[in-house]
C-alpha cells in the first residue's frame, strides 16, 4: 500500500523517515551499480576486455569506458529532468532505476574479447553508456524527493541523506568485490567469479522498486500538477531563467568530483602499482572510509543549515586544496596504517565537507517548475571534465609517458613530461581552485523560501523561524 503524503505540507517525523529511506535506498543501489563497474575497470577489465595491450595501457584504454558512463550523465540528466519535470519525481526515480539494473546485469553476462574480440568492448560500453544515462537522471530526483519534503526548514539535512547512496554504494559493492576474490583463487575471479556482485544487483534492484512504488508525489511539485503549471520545456525554462546559476552549480562540484573517483577508484590502480599494497588492504580501507563518510555527510549537512551553505562550502574548498600534498606524502610513507588514514580522512572528512550540503546547494536555487532538471544539469555537466576524465588525467599525469596501442599495431606515444604524484596533487589544487570561485559567483540560498509557483526564481526571502 502507498505511502499517500503527497498533499501534506508538513510530513510527520514517520513520513520523512518513509521518504528518505526511499531516496537513501534507490540512490545507494544506483551507485552500487555505477562504483562496481569502476572497481572491475582497474581490477578485470583490462585483461577480460583489452588483453592485447599492456598492463597500463589496458587500464587506460579499460578507464576510458569507464569516462563513457560520465559523458552519458548530462544527457540523462536532461531527459529524466525533463522527464521529472513533466510526469513527476516518483515515476521518473522508477524508470533510471530499472535503466540502472538491466544495464548492469547485462555486464554480468557479457562474454570477454576471448569470446567476440572488439565487439565484447564495443557492448560493454554501451552499457556503460546506459547507467551513465540512468544515474545522470537518478541524482536529482533522489535529492528533490527528500527535499521538497522537508523544504522548510533543515535543507541541508534532508537533502544531504539521498549522498549517503554514493558512499554506501561503494562499500557494498568494494565488499562485494572483496568476498568474491576471498572465496575463490584469481583465475577463477578473473574467469567467472568478477560476474556475482553484478548478478547481486538484480536482486537490489527489486527491493529498491518495491520501496520506491510506495512513495507518492512530492508536496511541491503536486501543487505545480495541481495549478497546471507545469513548463512546457523544462530543459528551456531552467536555461533560460537559471543559466548563470546551471554553470556556476557545475564549477562547484570540481571540488568533490574530481577528487572523489581519485580517493575510491584510481587509488586502488596507485595502491596496487606504485606502491605494491595488498589489494585487499586498499579495498578495505575504502569500504571503512566510505562506512565512516556515510556519519559525517548528514552531519555536514546539518552544520551547512546553521553556518550557510556557501561559507560553508567555500571552506571545504580550501581544506580541499591543503589536503591535496599531505594525501600523498601519507600513502607514500609505505605504512599500510598511514594509507588507510589518507583514504579515511580523503572521504569521510575532505570529500564529505562539501558533498554533504551540496545537494541543497544546487537544488534549492532553481523554481518547483524546473527543479529537476536545472539542478540535474548544474550537477551532472560536471561529470564529464571534473569526474570520468580524472582516473585517466591521473594516470597520465602519474606515469608522464604512456604508450597507446590499437590492438597491437602503430603505437601512439602521449607524451607531458616527467610523471609525478607531485602532479597528480596540483591537478586536485587547481580543480579545487576553479570551485571555490564558482561558490563565490552563487548567492547564499540556506533560508531562501523555496515553495513558490509563480516566480521563474527561488525567492531570496528568510523563513522565520517560528514557520518550522
Same mark, same amino acid.
Given at each position: 500500500?502507498?505511502?499517500?503524503?503527497?498533499?501534506?505540507?508538513?510530513?510527520?517525523?514517520?513520513?520523512? #523517515?518513509?521518504?528518505?529511506?526511499?531516496?537513501?535506498?534507490?540512490?545507494?543501489?544506483?551507485?552500487?551499480?555505477f562504483?562496481?563497474?569502476?572497481?572491475?575497470?582497474?581490477?578485470v577489465f583490462?585483461?577480460?576486455?583489452?588483453?592485447?595491450?599492456?598492463?597500463?595501457?589496458?587500464?587506460? =584504454?579499460?578507464? %576510458?569506458?569507464?569516462?563513457?558512463?560520465?559523458? *552519458?550523465?548530462?544527457?540523462?540528466?536532461?531527459?529524466?529532468?525533463?522527464?521529472?519535470?513533466?510526469?513527476?519525481?516518483?515515476?521518473?526515480?522508477?524508470?533510471?532505476?530499472? %535503466?540502472?539494473?538491466?544495464?548492469?546485469?547485462?555486464?554480468?553476462?557479457?562474454?570477454?574479447?576471448?569470446?567476440?574480440?572488439?565487439?565484447?568492448?564495443?557492448? $560493454?560500453?554501451?552499457? #556503460?553508456?546506459?547507467?551513465?544515462? &540512468?544515474?545522470?537522471?537518478?541524482?536529482?530526483?533522489? $535529492?528533490?524527493?527528500?527535499?521538497?519534503?522537508?523544504h522548510?526548514?533543515?535543507?541541508?539535512?534532508?537533502?544531504?541523506?539521498?549522498?549517503?547512496?554514493?558512499?554506501? &554504494?561503494?562499500?557494498?559493492?568494494?565488499?562485494?568485490?572483496?568476498?568474491?576474490?576471498?572465496?575463490?583463487?584469481?583465475?577463477?575471479?578473473?574467469?567467472?567469479?568478477?560476474?556475482?556482485?553484478?548478478?547481486?544487483?538484480?536482486?537490489?534492484?527489486?527491493?529498491?522498486l518495491y520501496?520506491?512504488?510506495?512513495?507518492?508525489?512530492?508536496?511541491?511539485?503536486a501543487?505545480?500538477?495541481?495549478?497546471?503549471?507545469?513548463?512546457s520545456?523544462? =530543459?528551456?525554462?531552467?536555461?533560460?531563467?537559471?543559466?548563470?546559476?546551471?554553470?556556476?552549480?557545475?564549477?562547484?562540484?570540481?571540488?568533490?568530483?574530481?577528487?572523489?573517483y581519485?580517493?575510491?577508484?584510481f587509488?586502488?590502480?596507485?595502491? $596496487?602499482?606504485?606502491?605494491?599494497?595488498?589489494?585487499?588492504?586498499?579495498?578495505?580501507?575504502?569500504?571503512?572510509?566510505?562506512?565512516?563518510?556515510?556519519?559525517t555527510?548528514?552531519?555536514?549537512? *546539518?552544520?551547512?543549515? #546553521?553556518?550557510?551553505?556557501?561559507?560553508?562550502?567555500l571552506?571545504?574548498?580550501?581544506?580541499?586544496?591543503?589536503?591535496?600534498?599531505?594525501?600523498?606524502l601519507?600513502?607514500?610513507?609505505?605504512?599500510? $596504517? %598511514?594509507? *588507510?588514514?589518507?583514504?579515511?580522512?580523503?572521504?569521510?572528512?575532505?570529500?564529505?565537507?562539501?558533498y554533504?550540503?551540496?545537494?541543497?546547494?544546487?537544488?534549492?536555487?532553481?523554481?518547483?517548475?524546473?527543479?529537476?532538471?536545472?539542478?540535474?544539469?548544474?550537477?551532472?555537466?560536471?561529470?564529464?571534465?571534473?569526474?570520468?576524465?580524472?582516473?585517466?588525467?591521473?594516470?597520465? /599525469?602519474?606515469?608522464?609517458?604512456?604508450?597507446?596501442?590499437a590492438?597491437?599495431?602503430?603505437?601512439?606515444?602521449?607524451?607531458?613530461?616527467?610523471?609525478?604524484?607531485? *602532479?597528480?596533487s596540483?591537478?586536485?589544487?587547481? /580543480?579545487?581552485?576553479?570551485?571555490?570561485?564558482?561558490? /563565490?559567483?552563487?548567492?547564499?540560498?540556506?533560508?531562501?523560501?523555496?515553495?513558490?509557483?509563480?516566480?521563474?526564481?527561488?525567492?531570496?526571502?528568510?523563513?522565520?523561524? &517560528?514557520?518550522?
Amino acid at each position: 500500500m502507498a505511502t499517500n503524503i503527497s498533499s501534506v505540507d508538513d510530513p510527520t517525523p514517520q513520513q520523512m #523517515r518513509t521518504v528518505i529511506i526511499s531516496s537513501t535506498i534507490g540512490t545507494a543501489i544506483e551507485w552500487y551499480d555505477f562504483f562496481l563497474y569502476g572497481t572491475m575497470a582497474t581490477l578485470v577489465f583490462p585483461k577480460l576486455f583489452f588483453p592485447t595491450s599492456d598492463h597500463t595501457v589496458g587500464t587506460l =584504454l579499460s578507464l %576510458l569506458t569507464f569516462l563513457v558512463g560520465f559523458l *552519458a550523465r548530462p544527457f540523462g540528466g536532461a531527459i529524466f529532468g525533463h522527464m521529472g519535470d513533466k510526469i513527476g519525481r516518483k515515476s521518473t526515480l522508477v524508470a533510471t532505476l530499472m %535503466l540502472m539494473g538491466i544495464s548492469t546485469f547485462i555486464i554480468g553476462i557479457l562474454p570477454g574479447y576471448a569470446t567476440l574480440g572488439i565487439t565484447a568492448a564495443i557492448l $560493454v560500453t554501451i552499457m #556503460r553508456l546506459c547507467q551513465g544515462l &540512468g544515474v545522470g537522471g537518478e541524482w536529482g530526483g533522489s $535529492v528533490l524527493l527528500a527535499m521538497e519534503y522537508g523544504h522548510k526548514s533543515n535543507r541541508g539535512f534532508w537533502a544531504s541523506w539521498p549522498q549517503l547512496g554514493a558512499p554506501l &554504494g561503494l562499500a557494498l559493492s568494494t565488499i562485494a568485490v572483496d568476498i568474491v576474490q576471498a572465496s575463490m583463487s584469481a583465475d577463477s575471479f578473473l574467469s567467472w567469479g568478477w560476474r556475482i556482485p553484478f548478478f547481486v544487483s538484480a536482486l537490489l534492484i527489486i527491493i529498491g522498486l518495491y520501496i520506491r512504488l510506495r512513495i507518492m508525489e512530492t508536496p511541491l511539485f503536486a501543487k505545480v500538477k495541481e495549478q497546471n503549471r507545469e513548463a512546457s520545456s523544462p =530543459l528551456l525554462h531552467a536555461f533560460r531563467h537559471s543559466t548563470p546559476e546551471i554553470l556556476l552549480s557545475a564549477g562547484s562540484r570540481f571540488v568533490e568530483q574530481a577528487p572523489f573517483y581519485l580517493f575510491a577508484t584510481f587509488v586502488v590502480t596507485y595502491g $596496487v602499482d606504485k606502491l605494491l599494497l595488498s589489494k585487499t588492504m586498499i579495498l578495505n580501507s575504502i569500504v571503512a572510509a566510505a562506512i565512516l563518510e556515510m556519519c559525517t555527510i548528514p552531519v555536514f549537512g *546539518a552544520l551547512s543549515d #546553521r553556518v550557510g551553505r556557501r561559507l560553508w562550502y567555500l571552506i571545504g574548498c580550501g581544506l580541499m586544496i591543503a589536503f591535496a600534498f599531505p594525501y600523498y606524502l601519507l600513502m607514500n610513507s609505505g605504512s599500510p $596504517v %598511514l594509507f *588507510a588514514l589518507a583514504v579515511i580522512l580523503s572521504l569521510a572528512i575532505f570529500h564529505s565537507w562539501v558533498y554533504g550540503p551540496q545537494a541543497a546547494m544546487i537544488a534549492e536555487r532553481f523554481s518547483t517548475r524546473s527543479r529537476y532538471s536545472g539542478a540535474s544539469l548544474g550537477y551532472q555537466l560536471a561529470a564529464p571534465l571534473a569526474g570520468g576524465l580524472a582516473p585517466i588525467i591521473a594516470l597520465l /599525469l602519474l606515469n608522464g609517458k604512456t604508450t597507446l596501442s590499437a590492438l597491437g599495431r602503430s603505437d601512439v606515444v602521449v607524451n607531458i613530461g616527467a610523471g609525478s604524484w607531485q *602532479a597528480v596533487s596540483i591537478y586536485v589544487i587547481v /580543480l579545487s581552485s576553479i570551485s571555490f570561485v564558482s561558490v /563565490l559567483g552563487l548567492k547564499e540560498m540556506t533560508h531562501a523560501d523555496i515553495s513558490g509557483t509563480e516566480e521563474d526564481k527561488v525567492s531570496p526571502v528568510l523563513i522565520l523561524a &517560528g514557520e518550522d
